[in-house]
């Protein structure tokens, strides 16, 4: 590497935060110069083969040319307008995509900057539902443990206060209920004792709780968890029961990721309010959505407080709009749902050999995620680096090594991040007590 990136990386560490890092303590960082497919070009010309699609959203690979003309072309006309009293075809056109690919009672979407932003509206969406009803009372959310919506303060509430990232802000969040996390992976059976704490939690609190919130099936940043469709239909039946409003947030598991083009689908329910993002704009540019139903819009709308209070700056932002209409063309006219299967038959197949390291707790796999949890928390300046000697990207947190690659990855490529993950566990395997 170069002296001047040299200079570049010493500037990065002692002024830039990364994501959930220290300034005091950096972990390393790799100047990248391009990308391209499913390949990170570094600035000293090394090549990493992406096992994150930049953390969920990168599907279609880097540098697509159906995505850049996309953006091109918009840029010809507008690259941003205020949404406030005004509108623009590439929102329109989206929200159509989104409504036609989405379960028929969701028929309303409002555009939000990123998923914490979409978690926050479809807070404020369920809240001010009741509101409007003559029940302003109802104003807590019920979630699941081990669950992560975001960081902004309203998405941190609901995730996991003990286990999750946000504990040090516990005393200035809003206080909801939190039930016991499933432990059930299979498709047909649902772990009972979850289910009675659930359901004990919300009969004992329907007064106040407006919406349950939930990842559905697969539990991102608060710990890489999988669970079965049958706890998720069984959590809407009793939504149902109670009437209180469901929340599923897709920001990570949406467009294809667990197998289905929704994860709720293997469910067979619908949500009240549904929040996507991440892979929306195959990772151009950043873009969220909140979907409601008729209900939830109407509640609001014909309620006594009919007038909902969000509206972000950057709002149907057309270019990010021109390239998720793009992106959803791109996958919908796909084998995107060959590709996930094959990556998943992939990763169970050549993961499996992990489980019997001494190192390891467990090995997961579900649609284009793999998951490999150790017993103990991982040394990440010695990891990241030694995942870039081995030529692949893979970026791991606590105790959890994962991937979730481009839906456009080749087997061979695949392999190159599967065999660089079993190496790495060998070693951690060989050193640890």
């Known amino acids: 590497m170069s002296n001047n990136w040299d200079a570049l990386v010493t500037f990065d ?67 941003h307008v205020m949404f406030g009293g005004l509108t623009h075809k590439p929102a329109v056109d989206l929200a159509k995509k989104l409504i036609n690919i989405t379960h028929d009672d969701l028929q309303h979407v409002f555009f939000a900057d990123s998923g914490s932003v979409a978690v926050e509206v479809a807070i404020k969406m369920a ?38 990232m946000h504990h040090l802000f516990s005393n200035v969040l809003a206080q909801h209920l939190f039930a016991q996390s499933p432990n059930c992976s299979g498709q047909t059976t649902y772990d009972q004792t979850a289910i009675d704490d659930f359901e004990h939690l919300l009969k004992n609190n329907v007064d106040a709780i407006a919406a349950v919130i939930i990842e559905p099936l697969v539990q991102g940043a608060g710990g890489m968890r999988f669970y079965s469709a049958a706890y998720l239909k069984k959590v809407r039946e009793l939504c149902t029961d109670y009437n209180v409003l469901l929340i599923l947030d897709e920001i990570a598991t949406g467009f294809g990721r667990t197998g289905t083009l929704f994860a709720y689908e293997q469910a067979r329910i619908a949500p009240d309010i549904l929040c996507v993002g991440k892979a929306l704009t195959g990772g151009y540019l950043s873009l969220a959505a909140t979907l409601c139903s008729s209900k939830v819009a109407n509640g609001i709308g014909d309620g006594q407080h009919p007038t909902l209070m969000h509206g972000p700056t ?120």
């Open 314 to 433: 950057f709002m149907a932002n057309p270019l990010a709009c021109a390239v998720a209409n793009a992106s959803l063309d791109l996958l919908l006219n796909s084998p995107w749902q060959e590709n996930v299967n094959r990556i998943e038959q992939q990763l169970i197949t050549e993961l499996s050999i992990c489980r019997t390291f001494t190192s390891v707790k467990d090995v997961r796999v579900k649609g284009a995620i793999g998951v490999i949890e150790l017993h103990q928390a991982l040394d990440i300046h010695w990891m990241q680096p030694r995942f870039v000697e081995l030529g692949v990207w893979v970026r791991p947190f606590s105790n959890l090594v994962y991937v979730m690659p481009p839906y456009i990855i080749e087997p061979a490529d695949l392999s190159r991040v599967t065999s660089a993950i079993k190496q790495v566990v060998s070693e951690i395997t060989e050193t640890s007590p």
């Open 13 to 79: 560490q002692q002024h830039l935060w990364h994501p959930y890092t220290s300034l005091n303590h950096p972990t390393p960082v790799f100047p990248v110069k391009s990308a391209s497919g499913v390949r990170l070009t570094l600035e000293d010309g090394r090549e990493l083969i992406d096992g994150m699609s930049s953390w969920w959203a990168a599907i279609h690979g880097y540098n697509h040319p159906a995505l850049n003309t996309a953006i091109e072309n918009q840029l010809k006309s507008m690259s």
């Open 127 to 164: 809240i001010q539902y009741w509101a409007s009803q003559g029940q302003p009372q109802k104003q807590r959310l019920l979630t699941i443990k081990n669950g992560y919506h975001g960081d902004t303060f309203g998405a941190m509430a609901v995730c996991d206060p003990d286990n999750g």
